[in-house]
């Protein structure tokens, strides 16, 4: 199923706090990369050509949370965490797509810059409803 639940679909409700995460995360991981390169390694910064860089950290943040989100999907945080969870994802969601996204926000937020602070407003909107709000984090799918 190409969308739908988290356990049974590619892509879910959380695909576009995906990509709004991989905007903010893309970001920052351009930032620090550029600051490493012009301080620590004194290249100018005409020269800097940091995208690898980015990218592997782009993916690092994001399979290092797809597997603390498994972990805390079957319950190791508690049943009341599970719950919230509702489930586990579906393969394809949590080792394809997601770190995809996150990876197309990078190079969103690298086209185009002026989308990083609205995408940490958005993302932090969408947190602070799904999580004190909601009662787990597939409430939006079963309301439509």
């Known amino acids: ?51 690898y860089f980015d990218l592997i950290a782009v993916l690092l943040v994001a399979y290092m949370w797809e597997s603390i989100e498994h972990y805390l999907e079957i319950g190791i945080a508690g049943q009341t965490v599970k719950y919230w969870f509702y489930g586990v994802e579906y393969w394809a969601n949590r080792l ?21 602070n609205p995408a940490r407003a958005f993302s932090i909107l969408w947190l602070i409803v799904h999580v004190f709000v909601f009662p787990h984090s597939m409430h939006l799918h079963e309301l439509f």
């Open 1 to 51: 199923m190409l969308w739908g639940l988290k356990t049974v679909a590619v892509f879910d409700a959380w695909t576009f706090e995906h990509l709004v995460a991989g905007i903010s995360i893309g970001a920052i991981a351009r930032k620090c990369n550029r600051r490493v390169f012009e301080n620590r390694l004194k290249i100018d910064q005409e020269k800097i050509s940091t995208s």
């Open 96 to 116: 394809v797509a997601d770190p995809l996204l996150l990876v197309a926000g990078y190079y969103l937020a690298k086209s185009y810059p002026y989308l990083v």
